[in-house]
DNA sequence: CTGAAAGCGCTAACAG
DNA sequence: CTGTTAGCGCTTTCAG
């Protein structure tokens, strides 16, 4: 089934048939209708490959999580976020007329040769000064990012949310509950979601006179790495903050069992936030209040924004996505009239 | 950067440097070593649109989640099976070389030309006579399903496990555990899964003299529609059954929940298990003892066996997944001597 | 309004 | 051993 066939069915050269069906050209509209018709009941669809070949557009989106290639699992546990962000950005594409393409880590050996025939992709939280990007800016790829890559401060192409207004909204809330003293918890991943949120507890620390609790724990330890904060965190006279924000959910889960464990109640003793909702957070006992980062929202604004960079619009600024709290028993204490 | 520059740069033709670089024809050992680094300080690659055009294989494998078209919602609440599987295959696609492409329906419009230029489909979980099926076959795009299409007894290509022993497993269970009168709940989606694990339970139910207790529940209606369920399953009288094996995970945490509603315990009362583990079953009070689909493995084996398909093996196998049952809370009665 | 022809980058007969 | 050449299926000037 190729144009030629439909050309020769319709009596007419396959410069006709092109321009009918895309179109282009100027062609009387009785031919048009008559060459739909034939196109139609041959069931003809121009070859996709043959079409990108001329127009360098293949219809894909490649997409590349890189916490999965630092993980080195797409194990579900702790990592839904990342799942409910790839299936939305497919949907999205798919809606857009386009292709998603799941890709690992493009700078290794052995990449399918498609991964550098896409028309674009989406990073999902570089790391610093991250290597795929400087590959694709080789090959002359479009990319968006989602959050910044914190070392590329010029590079102002990605979505996301700034940390900063979580984590401000985080001690807000904590605060209302009657949180006196707040640590932090991050992860060891160099990318902008890690460092905003810390900058942004640093700062209203140091306006509020209190001393900065911040302490860092590896991703990939997931429950484990929670657990073992907490043994750093309460100590014989009790635990040393009142509350903890904890950026990853399944460190906020192992937290949360760890205090219990040390015979502590949460949220009594330590209120517990999550940095994002996970199962872990809303299966943990009591379930924990997470930041809710709208993955579907998010996927949606990267695969649009996208789009729109490859049509050319590059005017366009990148969205800012709106992020919530999903409040839970972890800070159900009862609001304190605020004393300072 | 094309196979011209490569070629000018190093005093051959175009045809030698592709030779060379593809292994193909006879080309003098010096000449060949001399292109390859040629290639190699340029940067060259073989651009894969092109390649494609000619051989016509693009490299990319498509992937189509029927029961995600079904629900029309990649909402992850049960259904982190399905987005495991795609993370796992995607990762098994790339380590052989292939992306991995997700697809929704392609028999619907606006599909992206792509989706019919890729090189082989893996279908999860295909309805009844799959219209999709039917579109490739016209294309003549070779496809492996996961489940098998309950009306194409021919089609064998299919990887998964017979759900029959899945569901003789699970009642096995249930017996050790002291159950009586087992009924089972299946969802309403005419694939392999419902129909093959009804068929079971009916012939064991036969064979033990015991009268099948089968009813169906829609999968869109998720924890609600199990909760449903429980109030047709208890009467005045108490629960009609002292066990349920449920397929959906949905389901059966919604008909925990409404059995204990109803003042009845579980396992006590009625134990439940789940045909497909998922967050609900993992997260409900208690926990759901359920079958762990093995959504990974089962990923794996799909990617290969049509990888073995394209590569025109067509004597091998389609592999059986093994299947396990993660024991829990929901069956936690003690084993009782087996009077009959 | 329609058609002939060039060419996208690559591979593979077929000559030399 | 190496190069010429004919396409893969399509879009797009440029002439009729």
């Known amino acids: 089934m190729t144009i030629h066939d439909v050309a020769r069915r319709a009596g007419v050269s396959i410069t006709t048939v092109s321009h009918a069906l895309n179109g282009k050209g100027v062609v009387k509209d009785s031919t048009r209708q008559h060459i739909v018709e034939i196109a139609a009941e041959l069931g003809y669809s121009a ?10 557009r293949l219809g894909v989106l490649g997409l590349v999580i890189r916490p999965l290639d630092t993980l080195d699992s797409y194990s579900p546990v702790g990592v839904d976020y990342f799942v409910r962000f790839a299936g939305a950005a497919a949907v999205e594409a798919l809606d857009r007329g386009f292709g998603l393409m799941l890709v690992r880590d493009p700078t290794t050996p052995n990449v399918p040769g498609v991964a550098m025939a896409v028309d674009g992709y989406i990073i999902a939280d570089p790391v610093a000064l991250d290597p795929v990007i400087d590959l694709l800016n080789r090959h002359a790829i479009p990319l968006v990012t989602v959050g910044r890559d914190i070392e590329r401060p010029s590079f102002t192409d990605w979505v996301g949310s700034t940390s900063t207004a979580d984590t401000l909204a985080v001690i807000a809330h904590l605060r209302e509950r009657g949180a006196r003293r707040i640590a932090l918890l991050t992860g060891t991943d160099a990318n902008a979601w890690n460092r905003d949120s810390e900058l942004a507890y640093r700062n209203w620390a140091c306006e509020h006179g209190q001393e900065p609790l911040v302490s860092h724990c590896d991703e990939t330890l997931g429950e484990e790495g929670g657990r073992a904060f907490a043994r750093t965190l309460v100590d014989a006279s009790g635990p040393r903050a009142d509350a903890v924000y904890c950026l990853t959910g399944r460190h906020a889960a192992g937290l949360a069992a760890g205090v219990q464990h040390a015979g502590f109640s949460v949220p009594r003793d330590v209120m517990i936030v999550a940095g994002s909702d996970s199962e872990q957070t809303r299966r943990s006992t009591p379930p924990i209040t997470s930041v809710d980062l709208a993955p579907e929202v998010t996927a949606r604004a ?17 969205p800012l996505i709106e992020r919530a709290l999903l409040v839970r028993g972890s800070t159900a204490r009862s609001p304190k009239p605020s004393a300072n």
Not at 47 to 56: C, E, K, T
Not at 302 to 318: E, K, T
Request: aromatic share 4%; net charge positive.
């Open 47 to 56: 070859d996709a490959i043959a079409r990108s070949l001329r127009s360098s």
């Open 302 to 318: 990267a695969v649009d924004f996208l789009i729109s960079r490859l049509d050319g619009n590059s005017s366009r600024q990148p």
